[in-house]
């Protein structure tokens, strides 16, 4: 559900005629109902003096009557004529927009945003709430101002489509060198980041950009006026005027100013901030700083644009730019407005561009896996993320197969093996412990019941199970070798002499990679008997009995093998897939004389890829300890990592499809919903055995719940 006027409230001062005539006039141009107007009783001024005083004011009036509504989807507040516009906390202005954004939680001055720069894009909605309300002012120095603003704010929502240029200015940076220092970066560093937006910027917009440039490095380059513009982003140091805006014959949407005082006050005619300049030239929406910002308070272009091109409007659009909040950063004008791009089909900016996996795998290398992003979020492939909001694509994966759901297929065959071969051997163990018992009476009862038992699980059984399996994935192997050797040679099939030994030495390939090109499907094609496999082996894991010898295989006919992949697409996919640990059957079967014993591995390596999931609706760092375990309810835990005390061999997909090694102090929130791996490449775990894994995410010394995940390793 996207962001509508039916989850705003606009907030008045009361006893105020000018006050709630703005907020009637944005309720007749939205169609708000009278709930939905909120008056508290309130000074006048604009910056009040300290937060006490706004604490009793503004927020707290504004907190009690929105959560005494008798509906619970207000996610906009709207802070209206007269009503006071930020307070002073020691030198710093605290704007009222980004205190109230965070009103449900305690106050801390400049504390991170946990909704800014997200990674997965993610529409404002319910989830978001808990974190940050989407606040904005309206005001001015009179009632017209302000009605005014809500007439361009109006117009932008119905305009639809951006006509304007982008004036972007990454250049006039003397002032920013000086002033915008902190420990997390420099004027300089915001400048390169504003030139890296830029760099891409044109192609995923589809607008002009009018941009500065370096002439002297001893010299400010600054754009004089702005004409035919739609956005402005820039850091003019002066004092401005309303020269600086000329004609447009588009609606102008949003505008921010780098400096110290862009919106220190719209109160004043004929002052000279920027914020003014901008609302009273027909912006629609504007942000500036009441006070210093320094670098990691300023807006960042590339999370706001990427949200208005999902479709998000100008309000979530800021507060997603918006590094902290209880800051000093005010947004003024209509937070309803979005506006649509001409898009033409290039990839969002801020995703990147997948590349493949550099790793280099072993050919026994298996991939325990969560398949399903957390709740809340949608579970879109690469594609669909980049997409994601943009027309005529809903971002949302198609629930039927996919190359997901054939891991699950081999996984939930390998499970059922596991398990069948468990309980073979607990069958074992309790019939001989109930033969050897004195009570005789007890041991006749349960030793038929036993045995009825042991006809379902024993070994015999389960290679008769296979039986089917196994032979076509034999066949499959030697009748490709057969049929290439037959190309390369010209050697008549009826005089050739060679074992699946010879076939898998010639492909220098492990048994399992066989299995998969078999058992498997092509990449690209999905099939009725695909579908029936990976419904038949689900099944086969969650009723713990091996009734899968309907699964199909790929008919290993001399004419297919013409089409078939080649032995190094197979690697490629018998390593990307999980095989289906069908070595330990194999081996019991006839055909084990047939199998070289150096081309079954007894043990293998393994990775561990799961999602980061949200656990406090705070911007904080994450770090993750995994436990592995041969038995279900970890009495016995073979191993325990922690990327707290280590992050060698722990990764996090800083862009999609691409991993970094996690930083010392952790993964923060902006990466929530994005996929963490831990790659075990030393402590091997044994092939056909069913593990247990135990991931659990920690925020300082608190350890939270974990996800437990069970997989075979791979042959």
Known sequence: MAISKDNVVFVYRNNDMGSSTVAGHYSDKHGLSPLQLIGIDCSDTEILPNYATFLSEVEDPIKNAVHGLPFENTWVIILGYNVPGGFYDGIDIISSTSRIARMDHTYVKGENNPLYDRKIFQRFGSTELG????????????????????????????????????????????YIHANYSDPYGTGENY??????????????????????????????????????????????????????????????????????????????????????????????????????????GLLRPKPFFDSLIRGGTVGESFLYSCPQLNWTIAFFGDPLVTTQFPFKGTVPFVRGIPTSDVDTYPQSYTTVV????????????????????????????????????????????????????????????????IASSGDVATAVDLLYKMGILNKRFNNKYRSATFSNLCRGVMLYGTQKFAHEYQTQTSTRIADMNFSLTDALDSWNVMMSTLIMEAVAPSIDILTRNEQDNFYTARQARDDGELDIGELKYRQPLIAETKTTLSSRDFYTI?????????????LESEYSDLIGIDRINTSGVWDFIFYLQEEVYDFVDYHFRLQVSETSDFSSILYTLNSSEDTSNWYYEKL???????????????????????????????????????????????VYSARTFSKVINA
């Open 131 to 174: 974190k940050a309300y989407v606040t904005s002012r309206i005001d001015g120095p009179t009632v017209a101002f302000a009605k005014n603003i809500i007439n361009n704010g109006y117009a932008a929502y119905n305009q639809k489509y951006c006509g304007g240029k982008l004036f972007l200015d990454p250049y006039t940076d003397i």
């Open 191 to 296: 400048r390169d980041e504003l030139l890296n937006f830029e760099e891409i910027a044109a192609d995923v917009l589809n607008i002009n950009i009018c941009s500065t440039s370096l002439t002297d490095p001893y010299l400010d380059t600054t754009i004089s006026k702005l004409i035919h513009d739609g956005f402005y982003w820039g850091s003019i140091i002066s004092d401005g005027s309303n020269t600086f805006f000329e004609e447009t014959d588009s609606q102008r949407l949003f505008f921010y100013n780098v400096d110290i005082d862009s919106a220190f006050s719209v109160r004043t005619i004929s002052n000279q901030y920027w914020c003014y300049l901008a609302l009273n030239n027909d912006y629609a929406a504007c942000a500036g700083s009441m006070s210093e910002a320094s670098y990691s």
């Open 370 to 433: 969560e398949y399903d992003r957390p709740s809340g979020f949608p579970n879109y492939s690469y594609e669909d993320d980049v997409n994601h909001g943009l027309p005529g694509n809903s971002g949302v994966i198609d629930e039927g197969l996919s190359g997901n759901q054939w891991q699950r297929v081999a996984d939930y065959t390998g499970e059922a093996l596991a398990r069948a071969s468990e309980s073979s051997t607990d069958l074992e163990i309790a019939y001989n412990a």
């Open 574 to 586: 018998g390593n990307k897939y999980s095989s289906l640990s069908m070595s330990p059957v194999l």
């Open 656 to 702: 999609p499809e691409q991993y970094a090694v996690i930083p010392d102090d952790g993964v923060d929130t902006r990466f929530v919903g994005r996929r963490i791996k831990y790659r075990e490449t030393i402590h091997t775990l044994t092939t056909g055995v069913l593990y247990y894994f135990r991931i659990s995410q920690i925020i300082g010394d608190t």
